[in-house]
């Protein structure tokens, strides 16, 4: 309705230093909101804003085919897996994509028509264009399409479906056109800046074509979807152990994720014919996935972590596909930190994205219960949030105290 604030007289969010206000529905007359309060009780009907057009507009778009457009969400197999990146600067922009006949790239400078366009629609539309152009080509039929881009807002309006920008908007509808029309399956995946740079897009948006995959370097060396943080960095797994205490802690194995990770290995079979699993007994275990499979041990996790109240667990994944476990990553952890990449030894500058690192306790025996809300480790997770800051804080004691506080509390 347009009793909300801070919209334009058209419905959409206003931008910094645009014309924030209200539409008061009784004089019918739009009050810029310096003017003038919300008033306290909002009428029971408001009158449409001018956008519900254009969200018709869309519908009416999306369905207009006679019968039902099919969709790739789940596939038996797909034949094609092409992965590009995109960069947009302020004058210019580049793509490069891997195919099958090698690498495809797209590089130019902005016209007049993106004058006082913001970064993010000149970083999503560059996206855009590419993936219509490669649609129009024939490029990315019946393919999956993983498209790397270092502007977060990019990847998480595709993932949205929405944008409070007119613009960004736009330029989602036109990405979603572009699935249906085109049998396309596409995943949006932030990368760092830095990763951008040594991948070669960043200097192909300024020009320069002679750094990364443009100088002949392989693009699958720049996208470590299947590599866990330790696998690529085995000093992680040290560094676990070092406050832990654990000396024989390993990270668990995607098949262990479905049996030891619940705690279980094996079992007997009663003679009533009841199957008893046999308990490992085991009080740490050690999750490490790669980004791409994050989401699957996540889901393992949620359950393990209510079959087996009395393990803890550690679980580190790169900052790649967050949009597909974050959330339950944020849900069964009692503490989440993300390490910089540079700041410590065992996660370099060469990493490019952080590693984000969760903590779930153990239940305890007295209230809360569950951890997550205990004032000692909501006071040291908020230190563990800052302690990256500097090179030369020990952050192996915050980590030792967290480990510590189920017993202590335990002896209450």
């Known amino acids: 309705g347009m009793w909300r604030t801070g919209r334009d007289p058209d419905g959409w969010k206003v931008t910094p230093g645009g014309e924030a206000g209200w539409w008061d529905h009784k004089c019918d007359e739009w009050v810029p909101w310096t003017a003038a309060a919300l008033p306290a009780v909002r009428g029971t009907t408001v009158p449409q804003a001018p956008r519900l057009r254009d969200d018709l507009r869309c519908l009416s ?61 000149r970083e999503l539309g560059n996206l855009v264009q590419s993936l219509e152009e490669g649609e129009a080509s024939g490029m990315l039929a019946q393919a999956e399409v993983y498209v790397f881009t270092d502007n977060s807002t990019a990847e998480a309006v595709f993932y949205k479906g929405n944008s409070t920008s007119k613009t960004l908007f736009e330029l989602v509808l036109r990405l979603r056109r572009l699935e249906m029309r085109g049998q396309v399956r596409l995943h949006f995946v932030w990368v760092a800046g830095t990763r951008m740079i040594s991948q070669g897009t960043d200097g192909l948006s300024r020009g320069v074509l002679t750094e990364g995959v443009m100088a002949g370097s392989n693009m699958l060396e720049f996208i470590p979807l299947n590599e866990s943080a330790t696998s690529r960095v085995p000093e992680v797994l040290e560094w676990v152990r070092s406050w832990t205490g654990i000396q024989e802690l390993n990270p668990l194995t995607p098949e262990e994720w479905f049996e030891r990770g619940h705690g279980i290995s094996g079992g007997t079979r009663k003679p ?28 393992e996790l949620l359950t393990s972590r209510h079959k087996r109240t009395y393990i803890n667990h550690v679980i580190a994944v790169p900052k790649l596909m967050t949009h597909e476990w974050r959330k339950k990553m944020q849900k069964v952890c009692d503490v989440v930190f993300e390490i910089p990449p540079g700041r410590r030894s065992f996660w370099p500058s060469e990493m490019h994205e952080p590693l984000v690192v969760g903590l779930t306790l153990r239940f305890v025996s007295v209230s809360p219960w569950q951890l997550k809300t205990a004032g000692a480790v909501v006071d040291l997770a908020r230190q563990l949030r800052v302690v990256w800051k500097d090179k030369l804080s020990d952050d192996r004691a915050l980590l030792r105290q967290l480990c510590l506080t189920p017993r202590l509390l335990d002896g209450l």
């Open 61 to 121: 778009e999306m369905l207009q085919a006679a019968a039902p457009p099919k969709r790739y969400v789940r596939t038996k197999s797909i034949n094609v897996a092409i992965y590009g990146f995109g960069d947009a600067s302020g004058s210019g922009f580049g793509t490069s994509f891997r195919t099958k006949e090698g690498i495809q790239y797209r590089h130019g400078v902005w016209g007049r028509d993106t004058e006082g366009k913001s970064s993010n629609y």
């Open 272 to 299: 009533d014919g009841v199957w008893e699993a046999a308990e490992t007994g085991e009080r740490w275990l050690l999750w490490a996935p790669a980004p791409a499979a994050a989401e699957i041990a996540m889901d």
